[in-house]
């Protein structure tokens, strides 16, 4: 009897193995399956309009150089579905004709581009040196104040994503904040609280300079091009017909 149940014992960290090796299996296919319904759920086509965006795009391109297309037809994708699923990245590769990784590749490099689910109104604030000595990191505490997140993450309701850029290519009108498209300058933090209030109400508020200038000219006004251009032609010399003084 004793050595049944000693054998019993020796046997059981074999059992507890063979089980566990047969849960793990249970589980990767069950997981397996679940990928292929999501993939199935997820799956993307291209809208009747956007199909013939994307084929008038495609004539500017040689056939050999189709994949020069691939950010244009990336950005009508995620225009059309909101975000970039694989299932999207995949239906732009197989247009052009590459390998999906590539495409794929391309899209996780570049920030304009979401591979996973993104608010409404993208909130985005630059912190190179330039807005940083202006302030930005101020405007991204007040950002993470009244939205309640933290950089890389999107409410609950889906309204906000918050994220951080290197630069946003306007360093003249620091502090600066990209909301989608839209290009916010010379901001302060009270600009900032009373464009994301009008956000929130569902209005968007113009986009541009919030000191009062225009454009990029300086402050205090502009210091160059103070009178009308003169005519076209001014001061050109006279040519005869044969192209000789």
Sequence with gaps: MFGLRKVGLLALPRLCILRRSLHITSMRQRSKLDACNMYDKMKFEFTKENKARVESLLTWYPEAERQGALLPLLDIAQRQHGWLPISAVVAVAEVLKIDPMQAYETAKYYTMFHMKPRGMYVVSVCTSTPCFLRGSDDLLKACSKMLRLEPGETSKDMQFSLKVDCCLGACVNGPVVTINDDL?????????????????????????????????????????????PPPAGYKMQDLDDSGEK
């Excluded at 209030?197 to 113009?206: A, F, I, N, Q, R």
């Design 184 to 228: 916010y300058e010379d901001l302060t933090e009270v600009a900032l609280e009373s464009i994301l209030s009008d956000l929130k109400c569902g209005k968007v508020p113009p986009a541009g300079p919030y000191s009062g200038r225009c454009s990029s000219e300086p402050k205090d006004g502009a210091t160059t091009l103070l009178i009308d």
